[in-house]
């Protein structure tokens, strides 16, 4: 069975920074595009931000300039380093790897809770 193992969320003040971490095996991640998407109580989960195998990566507008993805190829794991943090970045983040050619698969963590509020 896959897993998506995240960690780094937590409680932070408005203007703070979190990263979030995420860990899969070696044979998923190396094939995988890799994103981190979000939801709110009473909202749709949404693409927060997404990393190509190749290190291409693409934002959702309300985050560009505040959040970077990144990935490390050799620990299989994918990044999310947030800053100025604003209380509606609330959410629950989940990591997800996708992929769309065969073998096509479309994983998902657990999802990790990441508050911002004073």
């Known amino acids: 069975q896959v897993q998506l193992v995240e960690s780094g969320g937590g409680l932070v003040q408005p203007g703070g920074s979190l990263r979030l971490s995420c860990a899969t095996s070696?044979?998923?991640?190396?094939?995988?595009?890799m994103g981190w998407y979000r939801q709110a109580p009473g909202k749709q989960r949404e693409l927060v931000a997404y990393?190509?195998?190749?290190?291409?990566?693409n934002y959702t507008d309300s985050v560009k300039g505040r959040f970077t993805i990144s990935r490390d190829n050799p620990r299989n794991t994918v990044y999310l380093q947030m800053d100025s943090l604003k209380a509606e970045d609330t959410a629950v983040y989940y990591c997800n790897a996708k992929r769309l050619l065969r073998p096509a698969f479309n994983y998902w963590g657990q999802g990790t809770q990441v508050t911002v509020s004073t």
């Open positions: 070696g044979s998923i991640f190396s094939i995988a595009t």
């Open positions: 990393i190509t195998r190749g290190g291409s990566t």
